[in-house]
């Protein structure tokens, strides 16, 4: 086996048909698993965006069908919550919403169709991004929407080495694992345009890019008329990720809820492999594609905004496990601060105050703007 970018090499370690993590194990949870998502830690999160989504509704004035297409739906754990927490409390944007599964892994849409095969009254439908077809749809009104899915997607890793950007490389050794190589660019563009990184980064700095990214965020967009994006994931702005403590870069592993540094030294597919989401990246691409920014901020500041402090109320009753589920959701050193919402609008849609982001708009830009 030659070398391969290490795009190529996270690629096929969680998507090969044969080997992947996602394409054959993807184990998400909490007993026997390897990582746990906020919507797998507490029905809360489910319960708070269905609150967002009642509001994006009513911005796109109450279409019938409404959109709910979920990136990377895991075990379909948000999308159940998420349907039956609007069935209780929408129920006319329960009657009208059409959820559709956007997922590559035939054993997470088999645990999809299973878990959604509860709710009555839904229709769901899938997306398999590998089918180079699916695009030939008319536009839809709705939202797309993901939590933990941008931060799976392949990227590049990158090295200043002696004033030079290089690429890191991956090669093959004895026993399944693998090493680093550093060498010219795979492709110029890494480090040029939307990509291009600060000019005084110092020697030895890593990070990464992802193009993946902007081909996803195209292929949805093309989907989309009007609507919403919304993207909740651990990750940073463009500010924060070129500051001298991100200056190994953001790959890491997970396994047995288990942070793994050295993610090559493991055979491919055993383990999950994350990237964190360059936020300023995504708002930049999706802005250049006719995208307003609506809001950008924490998950504490999102879904504090969303009502989550009235959940953990007396009058709820909840368990102290269930309380501490919650608060873990908006810990700052937990999950609080590392995530983060980021909702885009496209088209002809309402402007309201929205309620996850009544605490205002964090910067996105390098020169401290919102957008």
């Known amino acids: 086996m030659e070398r391969m970018t290490f795009r190529d090499y996270m690629k096929w370690s969680l998507a090969d048909p044969g080997r992947g993590y996602y394409t054959r194990s993807a184990r998400i949870g909490f007993e026997g698993s390897d990582f746990y998502t906020a919507p797998e830690l507490s029905p809360a999160f489910s319960l708070l965006l269905s609150r967002q989504m009642v509001e994006l509704d009513a911005a796109l004035n109450h279409p019938s069908p409404f959109y709910l297409i979920e990136a990377g739906p895991g075990n379909g754990t948000l999308m159940a919550h998420l349907l039956a927490s609007l069935r209780m409390t929408a129920p006319d944007l329960f009657n009208r919403a059409h959820p559709i599964l956007y997922e590559i892994s035939p054993v997470l849409r088999e645990r999809q169709r299973e878990r959604l095969s509860r709710i009555a009254g839904i229709r769901p439908e899938w997306i398999d991004p590998s089918d180079p077809d699916w695009v030939r749809r008319d536009p839809i009104r709705g939202v797309i929407f993901g939590n933990e899915f941008i931060d799976a997607l392949p ?40 990509f291009s990184p600060p000019s005084d980064l110092p020697d030895g700095f890593e990070w990464e890019v992802s193009p993946d990214m902007c081909d996803v965020l195209d292929r949805l967009d093309s989907i989309l008329d ?78 504090t905004g969303l009502g989550i402090e009235s959940l953990c109320s007396p009058e709820e009753g909840l368990s102290e496990e269930e309380r501490s589920s919650i608060a873990t959701l908006i810990h700052p050193l937990r999950m609080g601060r590392i995530f983060k919402a980021m909702l885009l609008s496209k088209g002809d849609v309402g402007h309201p105050s929205w309620a996850g982001f009544r605490s205002g708009t964090l910067p996105v830009e390098p020169d401290g703007q919102p957008g």
Request: net charge negative; proline share 5%.
């Open 226 to 303: 009007p609507g919403f994006m919304l993207w909740v994931d651990y990750g940073h702005t463009h500010r924060e990720k070129f500051s001298p403590r991100k200056a190994a870069g953001t790959v890491m592993g997970y396994r047995s809820h288990r942070a793994v540094d050295d993610v090559l030294s493991r055979p491919p597919g055993t383990i999950d492999l994350t990237v964190h989401v360059d936020f300023t990246l995504l708002y930049r691409h999706l802005s250049k594609r006719g995208y307003t920014l609506e809001g950008f901020t924490d998950q504490t500041s999102y879904l």
């Open 155 to 194: 990227a590049h890793r990158l090295k200043k080495i002696d004033g030079e950007i290089l690429e890191i490389y991956v090669v093959p050794r004895e026993g399944g694992a693998f090493d680093e190589v550093t060498g010219p660019l795979s492709d110029s563009g890494l480090a040029e345009g939307i």
